[in-house]
Nanobody, 121 residues
Framework: QVQVVESGGGLVQAGGSLRLSCAAS????????MGWYREAPGKQRELVATITSGDSTNYADSVKGRFTISRDNAKNTVYLQMNSLKPEDTAVYYC???????????????WGQGTQVTVSS
């Protein structure tokens, strides 16, 4: 089985910073793209940022220049450094890992349980 666990959410004032972490563990053969998504109340889940196994990154326009995604392949971990936070960044942030389990040959997506980020004005 695989576990994807996020951490690092919390309450911060506008203009502040937070760093989210997401670690994947279990019988993993390889991890491909990892990414962060968010879901605000009453809204659909949306992409925030993704990073491939080759460190190619992609960002939502709303976070470009403020958020930075990175990963540590040795630790099966992805990070999201969030700076200059705005109230509209308030959401539950979810991590997704696209990976292959040991002994299998199929890519599957695994989601974490989410971590709350609240930005006060």
């Amino acid at each position: 089985q695989v576990q994807v666990v996020e951490s690092g959410g919390g309450l911060v004032q506008a203009g502040g910073s937070l760093r989210l972490s997401c670690a994947a563990s279990g019988s993993i053969f390889s991890i491909n793209t990892m990414g962060w998504y968010r879901e605000a109340p009453g809204k659909q889940r949306e992409l925030v940022a993704t990073i491939t196994s080759g460190d190619s990154t992609n960002y939502a326009d709303s976070v470009k220049g403020r958020f930075t995604i990175s990963r540590d392949n040795a630790k099966n971990t992805v990070y999201l450094q969030m700076n200059s936070l705005k109230p509209e960044d308030t959401a539950v942030y979810y991590c997704k890992a696209n990976l292959v389990l040991s002994g299998q040959y199929v890519h599957r997506n695994y989601w974490g349980q989410g971590t709350q980020v609240t930005v006060s004005s």
